[in-house]
């Protein structure tokens, strides 16, 4: 059974689910809860900032303002966007009487993970899997892309 077992979290009611899978499954395990950023904003291409990686050990407003890097508008949106992941990642945790390590990580969402999970010693990555949209074309699976590279094993949901 995992020691660490990292979760991929994104703005789904799957990734809820994953984390919930996780809990259950892996009951004495140190869970990592992972929410990865687009690596820039639109403009990026024309001279635009890349957000940097940040960590949210608390979500309070007070320190949240001090933890997370002076964003441009486009990151300011990110970050309100992973302050909701892992909000919606502690309240599951409070439910389950759990602790989480919240992670937050600018790239690309199958290479972030990866990349955490060896250099962390994850021995699980627990993943939710999304039906392909328009927008999210089957060739593009995270998920696929995770358990084809990540060292350690992967559960797809």
Do not use: K
């Not at 403009?43 to 320190?63: K, M, N, Q, S």
């Not at 999210?136 to 350690?152: G, L, T, Y």
């Amino acid at each position: 059974m995992g020691r660490h077992v990292l979760v991929a979290m994104g703005r789904t009611d799957a990734s809820d689910a994953a984390l919930e899978y996780a809990f259950g499954e892996y009951p004495v395990a140190r869970i990592s809860v992972l929410h990865v950023t687009d690596a820039a904003g639109p403009l990026a291409r024309f001279g635009g900032r890349d957000p940097c990686e940040y960590v949210i050990p608390e979500l309070t407003a007070e320190r949240s303002a001090e933890l997370l890097p002076t964003p441009d508008r486009f990151t300011r949106a990110q970050c309100r966007r992973a302050e909701q992941v892992l909000s919606r990642a502690h309240e599951l945790a409070e439910r389950h009487d759990r602790e989480i390590e919240p992670v937050v990580r600018s790239g690309g969402a199958a290479r972030e993970i990866t990349d955490y999970a060896a250099e962390h010693g994850v021995d699980h990555i627990v993943i939710a899997d999304h039906p392909p949209t328009a927008f999210r074309p089957v060739f593009r699976s995270v998920p696929e892309s995770v358990a084809r590279n990540a060292s350690a094993p992967v559960t797809t949901l």
